[in-house]
């Protein structure tokens, strides 16, 4: 699976949108983006996927570059309870769902 | 509601003491898997299915044995704990569809210490 590269830290003030970056630059074509979340030690959260097209879903937007290289996680009014880690995956859709988390982003909401 | 359990959620025990830590899931995932997380190594897989009776190796399965006679039941076990599996555990399950695996979804973790 290709490797991410994300901010390791964030802030964002409440009610505003949150912006999350992420640069995989040497995916390939078949491989999906995925967005999770992990607040505190809880179990990781499915936010949102995507192959090239832009997505939406009730959590999220998620948009990809034409080139596919990079990627942004929107959160589009920013809770406190949206505070916690976000990783960025770049991965296969068949296979072994062996998800490699990196680091994450660590992203805290601004009263 | 569609979810992932596992038990116990907090576990302290010994060196040795053989111990079991159970996952459910309630939506009749075929697929389940065991992770590990510990602090700067991000979740490393153990185990995983792809469907009762069927086991394979993840990345880090030394020292861990599974089971998967129900689809619903995915226990780990642990024969002989050593203090370098003191971790936070994670189970998780996913379905298919017609173009591959779903979405993982993932319990609420077991932090597990060895003393």
């Known amino acids: 699976d290709a490797k991410t590269t994300q901010p390791t830290s964030m802030d964002c003030a409440e009610g505003r949108a949150a912006n999350l970056p992420c640069n995989h630059s040497?995916?390939?074509?078949?491989?999906?983006v995925y967005w999770y979340r992990q607040i505190h030690s809880q179990g990781p959260q499915y936010i949102i996927h995507?192959?090239?097209n832009n997505e939406t879903n009730e959590m999220a937007s998620l948009i990809i570059t034409e080139d596919r290289k990079s990627s942004t996680l929107i959160l589009p009014h920013a809770t406190l309870r949206d505070t916690a880690v976000y990783y960025c995956?770049?991965?296969?859709?068949?296979?072994?769902?062996?998800?490699?988390f990196g680091t994450g982003t660590r992203l805290t909401i601004i009263p | 509601e569609a979810q992932v359990t596992q038990n116990p959620r907090y576990l302290i025990t010994v060196t040795g003491k053989k111990l079991t830590v159970t996952c459910s899931q309630n939506?009749?995932?075929?697929?389940m898997s065991w992770y590990r997380q510990d602090p700067g190594l991000g979740l490393r897989q153990i185990y995983y299915?792809?469907?009762?009776?069927?086991?394979d190796k993840g990345d880090v399965p030394e020292g861990y044995k599974v089971s998967r006679k129900e689809k619903r039941n995915f226990p780990l076990i642990l024969e002989s704990p050593s203090p370098n599996q003191t971790s936070l555990y994670f189970c998780?399950?996913?379905?298919?569809?017609?173009?591959?695996?779903?979405?993982?979804?993932f319990g609420p973790g077991t932090r597990l210490t060895v003393l």
């Open positions: 995507g192959l090239k």
């Open positions: 299915s792809m469907n009762v009776e069927v086991t």
């Open positions: 939506m009749n995932h075929e697929y």
């Open positions: 040497t995916i390939s074509g078949n491989e999906y």
């Open positions: 998780a399950s996913n379905g298919f569809s017609e173009i591959g695996l779903t979405e993982q979804f």
């Open positions: 995956i770049v991965r296969f859709y068949f296979g072994n769902e062996k998800l490699t």
